[in-house]
């Protein structure tokens, strides 16, 4: 059966504390976007292992043993998860350390595969907790609903927010930034504004508000990432944002206008995509 676990990108993300535990605590808005990877899983009939991993598209840095899908197969084993062997085939579309969750979405959404499939009858809260265990942000595209996260990212509440028709300008530079370098950088204070509140505003006004703090320690650091975010503005966006820890950037432009066609250096990625 195949899966086709769906990216997504930060409206607003306020980190606002250092925790004991050494991670951050953070306010952020996710809101899933119609980029893709591809992920299927077939019974093993035959061969050694309980597993194998054929990967294609972009390529991920590390052994298949670190792979997100991998990890969550071996952690529904470990909860006594009645699971037969598998073959596993990833195509990456979704860019790495972009702040794009494309790691995290295909955690998930294996867990919710391997949970059809195979009739594990897994709540959605039970799966929520199970992909927190992976990955900060994994627990979000369990439900992949417009979300507002606090915690560490996995405490959530719903919103009313459709961004439905607009369309996003998304641009991944040749930049790979490290979340836990990003957060290293970080001083934490609470926002002015609540994104709650913000996002209640006309989208022509979010720009006045709605802030990453990720880029005011991530643009001087990696300055193409905020000549990407000005030119998104001059090119017309409404709003623009980098997304996550980075690095890439969004420009949200409104339904029915039509995108520009435009050069982001090279070896940038851009992709174009209508919200839904
Ligand atoms: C900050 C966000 C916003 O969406 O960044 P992006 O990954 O999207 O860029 C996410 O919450 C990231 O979630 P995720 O990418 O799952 O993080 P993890 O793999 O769990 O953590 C990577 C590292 O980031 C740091 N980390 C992560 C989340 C958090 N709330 N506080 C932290 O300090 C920790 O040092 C951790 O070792
Ligand atoms: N299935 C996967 N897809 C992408 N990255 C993965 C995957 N499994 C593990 N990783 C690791 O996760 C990190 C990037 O995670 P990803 O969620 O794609 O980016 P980001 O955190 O910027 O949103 C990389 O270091 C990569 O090696």
Redesign the pocket.
Known sequence: MITFPN?KINLGLNITEKRPDGYHNLETIFYPIPLE?ALEVCTRHEGEGKYSLT?SG?S???DIE??????AYKLLQDEGCDLPPVDIY?H?H??????????????AFMLKLLNGIYNLHLTEDCLEEYAARL?A?CAFFIRNQPTYAEGIGNIFSPVKLSLAGWQLLLVKPNV????RDAFARICPRHPAHNLKDIIKLPIEKWKDYMINDFEESVFPQFPTIGDIKAKLYRLGAVYASM??????VYGLFAPGSSLPDADFGTGSQVFRLTLK
């Open positions: 990216a990877d990967q972009l991920i840095e590390g670190k792979n997100l899908v991998v990890k990833l990456k979704i860019p790495s350390g972009a702040g794009l969750g494309g790691g995290s979405a295909d955690a990955g942000d790979f930034v490290s979340t997304s996550g820890s980075g690095s890439s």
